[in-house]
């Protein structure tokens, strides 16, 4: 059997282009994508928010306003549209593939909101947004997408409660990029869908999840990054570490700036306003040196169909266009991301060009998890880079942190864990949920 399989379907096609083609197509892309016209070229943009004023006005929604309490930074996205950021007060949606592979990361974001006495709720009722299945599988479809989304961020908007406190206290954070940029697109589909929304109501009641019989979308969609983004002056006043001799890449992600573009944060004091201001925007303020890269806009790789059809080419893309080019070309120390899919690929996969007999190495961290190790998070409890694929052990080292005394550090530490001895981010009894077995704080012992 001749036939190749390789689950993209019966239209997919080799191009057959020579290496000299190859190279002139590619030349081309980079030329056309090297500013921000692309994402700016556009016949029609709206702002849904518009629509979603109007909506509420008409009573067919609740908006989830980021009120004065949650202490907001108005930041400019893509059109020079504003867009408020809270900066407190905050709901931790969390990342299922965070919290399975990538733990340090949302310890870290949380241990720097510790630091800066940030209020937040980090509780246990909440879903996966379910995304991965839908861009990966085909098999999920908008009114799931849409039923999850509108259920979590209520739950968010309720969670309160439980300590007494009044609706809308919490504002949601979004942890993982997929999430976000979902969660983006189906609000633009519930605002402009009147079908849509009455089936979400049929759904959200018989859940119990509507406010006043009205469905609750929230007034902006925010991700981690863009607090960490606006938080970064008072990050950098944390900084025990000096890394201006880090020469740091960054990827940014395609759920956070390409999808729903006219959302993301645009600054024209980083790097002219021509990239995306997240991530770029701390490591700078931490006064790192950010080294630009000819591949910057290419995906990771992950592409969610991709890793799943054609796991050799995730692999082969994230190495060949991304790592490669940033170790080789911009000869840099570290790779900064802010995405929970572009973090593992980009991580986890680098043994695949040892395999191949074309080795190579670049330590890959999330802006959070390298504020934090910078500002004196322990780079095994916090940070907790021996979960990384990469060699983060050589970052450290051009940064003064001896690994080895920290590592030693640690394993003594999980002797006191196996002890029951644990330390924990915030008092456990905050994980607190509205679900059956709830004790509130005040009861517990």
């Known amino acids: ?49 518009d629509a979603m004023w109007q909506l509420e006005k008409d009573g067919e929604i609740v908006v989830h306003r980021v009120a004065d309490e949650h202490e907001p930074v108005i930041v400019k996205t893509l059109y020079g549209w504003d867009k408020k950021i809270p900066t407190t007060k905050l709901w931790h949606h969390k ?44 098999i999920g479809n908008l009114e799931s997408l849409a039923a999850v989304f509108l259920r979590n961020f209520h739950q968010a908007y309720v969670s ?23 969660y983006k697109e189906v ?21 119990g999840r509507l406010v006043d019989g009205k469905i609750l979308i929230p007034e902006e969609v925010v991700h981690y990054s863009e607090w960490v983004h606006v938080m970064r002056e008072k990050i950098a006043g944390l900084q ?37 201001a997240v991530s770029t925007g701390v490591m700078q303020a931490l006064g790192a040196q950010v080294i630009d890269y000819k591949t910057w806009y290419d995906c990771c790789g992950f592409g969610f169909r991709h890793i799943i059809s054609e796991r050799e080419f995730t692999r082969s893309f994230a ?13 840099a120390d570290v790779m900064i991301g802010h995405d929970t899919g572009c973090i593992t690929t980009l991580d986890k996969n680098q043994w695949i060009g040892k395999a191949a007999g074309k080795p190579v190495d670049l330590p890959v961290l999330a802006d959070c998890q390298f504020a934090a190790l910078v500002c004196g998070a322990h780079p095994y409890k916090i940070v ?53 077995g709830f004790i509130p704080i005040a009861k517990a012992a």
Not at 14 to 40: H, Q
Not at 247 to 271: G, Q
Not at 406 to 429: H, S, T
Request: with cysteine; net charge neutral; aromatic share 8%.
């Open 1 to 49: 059997m001749n036939e190749r399989f390789t689950g993209h379907g019966a239209e997919w096609r080799d191009s057959n282009l020579t290496p000299g083609e190859a190279k002139i197509a590619t030349s081309w892309v980079e030329l056309k994508i090297d500013r921000r016209s692309m994402l700016t070229g556009k016949d029609r943009v709206e702002d849904v928010r």
């Open 240 to 276: 025990e570490i000096d890394c201006s001799g880090i020469r740091a890449t960054i990827h940014p992600a395609c759920h956070v700036y390409k999808m729903v573009p006219e959302d993301a944060i645009y600054d024209d004091n980083i790097l002219g306003g021509n990239r995306l």
């Open 95 to 138: 990342s299922c593939g965070q919290c399975g592979n990538i733990p340090g990361y949302p310890a870290s974001l949380l241990w720097l909101m510790n630091r800066l006495g940030i209020e937040y709720l980090d509780e246990t009722d909440q879903t996966s947004c379910t995304a991965w299945n839908y861009h990966g599988s085909g």
């Open 160 to 182: 309160a409660r439980a300590q007494g406190l009044p609706d809308a206290y919490f504002f949601p954070l979004v942890h993982c990029g997929t999430s976000f940029g979902n």
């Open 187 to 207: 609000r633009a589909y519930l605002i402009r869908s009147a079908k849509l929304r009455e089936r979400m109501r049929t759904i959200l009641g018989k859940l």
């Open 319 to 331: 190495i060949d266009r991304k790592i490669r080019v940033a170790v080789e070309e911009a000869r």
């Open 384 to 436: 907790q880079s021996h979960w990384h694929a990469s060699s983060t052990e050589t970052l450290m080292e051009k940064l003064g942190i001896d690994w080895r005394a920290k590592k030693g550090e640690f394993l003594a530490y999980l002797e006191q864990v196996k002890e029951g001895r644990q330390e924990n981010l915030y008092d456990p009894r905050r994980r607190i949920t509205s679900g059956p």
